[in-house]
């Protein structure tokens, strides 16, 4: 039997060892308050499909919110949004995102922002997402070869296993 005293001087072992030494927490995207905005155009299938397919590599990441921006108030199937004015209108967003988000929307394309804590950590086009997605840190992510099989191909794989 343990006193009071004698589990007061195991907590500390017990932090480090589920906490790490101080300074190993990670600190790239895994951190808590990474944000993925994706800006895009709702009439432009080509945006639409660029968006789906970051939303579809990104969701599972931990600690990451994924926030799709649309130019116009348009819905777009498959994916929760946020319209540009109503996002542009929260007092919570920080300013570089704010500023950042009103630049990208004059040109017309889609494009990519990652923020953490106020700081644009990585930006880019929507056609390079992975690009700029590997320039937050953040894993691999691409995606994986194609696991399209034909029919006949497993009637060979059941003809094997007979």
């Known amino acids: 039997m343990t006193s009071g005293h004698d589990t007061l001087r195991l907590l500390?072992?017990?932090a480090l060892l589920l906490?790490?030494?101080?300074?190993?927490?990670a600190s790239g995207p895994e951190a808590a308050g990474h944000h993925?905005?994706?800006?895009?155009?709702?009439?432009?299938a080509g945006q639409v499909e660029r968006a789906r397919t970051t939303h579809r590599l990104?969701?599972?990441l931990p600690e990451v919110e994924?926030?799709?921006?649309?130019?116009?108030?348009?819905?777009?199937?498959?994916?929760t949004t946020?319209?540009?004015?109503?996002l542009l209108s929260e007092p919570s967003r920080p300013g570089p995102v704010v500023g950042w988000l009103r630049e990208r929307a004059a040109e017309g394309?889609?494009?990519?922002?990652?923020?953490?804590?106020?700081?644009l950590v990585s930006t880019g086009p929507g056609a390079e997402a992975l690009q700029v997605i590997a320039g937050?840190?953040?894993?691999?992510?691409?995606?994986?070869?194609?696991?399209d099989v034909s029919i006949s191909t497993w009637g060979k794989v059941k003809d094997l296993f007979q």
């Open 82 to 86: 946020v319209a540009l004015e109503e």
């Open 12 to 14: 500390p072992a017990l």
């Open 109 to 119: 394309s889609d494009h990519l922002l990652i923020e953490h804590e106020g700081s």
């Open 66 to 79: 994924w926030i799709a921006v649309t130019t116009s108030p348009a819905r777009v199937p498959g994916l």
């Open 36 to 44: 993925l905005y994706f800006l895009f155009n709702p009439a432009m």
């Open 58 to 60: 990104v969701r599972g």
């Open 136 to 147: 937050a840190g953040w894993p691999d992510i691409a995606p994986g070869p194609s696991t």
């Open 19 to 25: 906490l790490g030494p101080p300074g190993s927490r």
